[in-house]
């Protein structure tokens, strides 16, 4: 069958929802794993990381290896004690995922 509504809904045309995705904070980079430094591997670790409504890392999922278990355990590790913005829907916090991409590069190192 064919159906045809008319029903009323509550809406605020002055104060529409604004949706926002999940942000960094200021979080510190990953530590350089020793081993890797010495065997000059380098590359770039991208991250899928659900963060909760309170800006804590839930899980994190290794979408893009660097190429070498070490570095991407090491980015795994440091992601997981960063703190985030949460996705905002309105004023309300929700649980979302966001892409973090973690570089190793020997160039960038601290002599």
Request: hydrophobic share 40%.
């Amino acid at each position: 069958g064919i159906g045809t509504g008319r029903g009323a809904g509550a809406g605020n045309a002055t104060s529409p929802l604004v949706a926002a995705q999940a942000g960094y904070l200021d979080n510190p980079i990953p530590e350089y794993p020793e081993r890797a430094r010495r065997q000059g591997w380098q590359g770039t670790v991208l991250l899928n990381v659900l963060v909760s409504a309170e800006g804590k890392p839930q899980k994190i999922e290794i979408t893009d290896s660097s190429g070498f278990e070490i570095l991407d355990h090491a980015a795994r590790a440091a992601v997981m004690r960063w703190r985030f913005h949460p996705a905002r829907y309105g004023e309300t916090p929700l649980e979302s995922w966001v892409r973090v991409p973690i570089v190793f590069r020997l160039k960038d190192e601290k002599k």
